[in-house]
């Protein structure tokens, strides 16, 4: 998951896997990411504030979610002309800091066309239970 | 919990436009670890780009919970960005939101009303950055354990 | 013949699922050595969605598409197969607390058939439902493998099945075009359209398969913000 390469469309095949990447989200990672957006709630910051709210402990921003799976795709596209056009994300239960995740895609739709590829993306926990869920569309520049 | 389907529509205006600083677009990419050489300090150009995902810390969502105390803060149930313009270090970044749905369904932890508010970020050029469809889920009053549970 | 068919799906017609059905198809094809399936039902939620014809997609993938809806009641969620106007006409499909036994009677006196899916799953599945309540009357299945199940749910489905030898059938759930096929249910006859499949539910030879890979560990190690 790192961006050195240039992905190319013409490599591009329906099948084709994201990851799959295996992490770990520490609460000082949470910390630091609510920070820097200026999410102030305590559900980000402090395992007693979250519980006060009813909550298990400190859980993890759906946005952090969000910029992760973003990431595993920009990652993908590199650092050629390809890029990230849409993403959407579904939140189906709490992802919790200090927990094992695992991080998937697949691209599932190739349009040559319009040069556009979709891209299924989600955060499993070590029981196979998607906890987040998502789509991405990349498109490619026609002088790619 | 009863679902006011009249606010569908209504519109909260952009509050001043934020101005988008060299060292916060570095900063969520430090944070992200991110190593893409197009974002961050080598961007283009010289230039200072950030990565997609920071347009989704833009957000005057804080108006319509002001709006809806009786709905209470809810929870993020997900989200749809569709990205346009990058967005750079010095832009200024103004946003405007519309409701453009609410309904209820159930689900793990029981009835939840959903609702979906759709933020247009622009920059001071005039374009448009970026859509950011919020789906907020808010539980009703007896909801079980784990009320960030969506499904 | 047997025919193969995933009884439980949610394209992008459903607020919660961005599948194109072509892209379903696709993925069927592509990995079919590892999910046999012949066909998919398209399940939308509180809703019964007509639009599309699939007829051309159907012949260029080889896979069926029939329409069926999931909606939202006083015991759970449940699958409505053979929707016609008359079901329409009696039942609101948006309504999210519909009452149970009216409308699996209502449906089944109309020419349809209702199944209860992840049974096992807290507040919308039967098993929750049945600690506090009596059991449904009528019931002609329930869905015992659901592909989106998280720990524990298919087991308490299973429970549920012993219990009240209900028969079962199984669905993948999905809201994603890779995951589409993961659960599905093999009939021993030939199904072609909605009403062979209401026929089979019914009174035929049925059972639920798992397609689900096994856990594995992950591959491959990969730095996370935050951790040096």
């Known amino acids: 998951m790192t961006a050195a390469s240039e992905r190319q469309f013409a490599q591009v095949t329906i099948g084709e896997a994201l990851g799959p990447f295996e992490i770990t989200i520490g609460k000082p990672l949470v910390r630091r990411y609510a920070a820097a957006c200026g999410m102030d709630s305590g559900r980000f910051r402090d395992d007693g504030e979250a519980r006060a709210e009813g909550l298990p402990g400190m859980i993890v921003p759906g946005n952090l979610s969000l910029s992760l799976l973003s990431k595993l795709v920009t990652d993908w596209i590199g650092s050629g002309g390809g890029h990230l056009k849409r993403i959407g994300t579904t939140y189906r239960s709490m992802v ?49 | 919990m009863a679902v006011d389907r009249s606010l569908i529509g209504k519109v909260f205006e952009a509050t001043a436009p934020m101005a988008v600083s060299a060292e916060s677009i570095i900063e969520f990419c430090r944070t992200m670890e991110e190593h893409n ?34 709905l209470g803060r809810g929870f993020d149930a997900g989200k749809e960005v569709e990205f346009f313009v990058p967005i750079r270090a010095g832009d200024e970044i103004s946003l405007t939101s519309i409701v453009r749905d609410i309904y209820e369904k159930t689900g793990r932890t029981g009835t939840m009303t959903f609702v979906i508010l759709r933020s247009t970020l622009t920059n001071q050029r005039g374009e448009t950055v970026a859509h950011v469809d919020h789906r907020f889920v808010h539980r009703n009053p007896a909801a079980k354990e784990n009320p960030a549970e969506t499904e | 013949m047997a025919t193969i068919i995933d009884l439980h799906s949610h394209s992008e017609a459903s607020d919660d699922s961005r599948a194109p059905v072509e892209a379903y198809l696709n993925w069927i094809k592509l990995r079919r050595a590892e999910r046999p399936i012949d066909g998919i039902v398209l399940t939308e939620h509180r809703q019964f969605n007509r639009s599309g014809d699939y007829r051309e997609l159907e012949d260029k993938y080889g896979v069926l598409v029939l329409r069926a809806s999931e909606i939202e009641t006083d015991y759970g969620h449940m699958l409505v197969f053979g929707v016609n106007d008359e079901i329409l006409r009696r039942f609101d499909f948006t309504d999210v607390r519909l009452p149970a036994q009216i409308v699996i009677d209502g449906v089944a006196a109309m020419g349809g058939v209702v199944v209860p899916c992840h049974p096992g799953r807290p507040t919308v599945g039967l098993h929750e439902h049945y600690e506090h309540k009596p059991p449904l009357h009528n019931i ?12 524990g749910e298919d087991e308490r489905s299973r429970e549920l099945v012993a219990r009240h030898g209900y028969r079962a059938i199984g669905g993948s759930d999905s809201h994603m075009v890779s995951l589409i096929g993961l659960c599905a249910t093999s009939f021993s006859s ?3 359209t909605i009403e062979d499949l209401v026929r089979e539910l019914r009174s035929g030879d049925y059972q ?11 591959r491959r190690a990969e730095p996370v913000p935050g951790q040096e």
């Open chain 3, 208 to 218: 639920p398969v798992d397609f689900r890979p096994r856990r594995a560990v992950p």
């Open chain 1, 96 to 144: 919790l800091p200090e927990h094992r995740l695992t991080l998937h895609g697949f691209v599932t739709h190739v349009d040559s066309d319009s040069r556009a590829v979709e891209i299924d993306v989600w955060i499993e926990n070590d029981d196979g239970e998607r906890l987040v869920i998502g789509t991405a569309s990349v498109e490619f520049p026609t002088t790619a």
């Open chain 2, 37 to 70: 050489p197009r974002y961050g300090k080598s961007g283009a150009n010289g230039e200072i780009v950030a990565p997609p995902s920071f347009a989704v810390t833009f957000r005057n969502t804080d108006a319509f919970f002001r709006f809806t105390p009786q």
């Open chain 3, 140 to 151: 002609v299945a329930v869905e015992m493998l659901n592909g989106g199940s998280r720990k």
């Open chain 3, 190 to 192: 030939q199904i072609g």
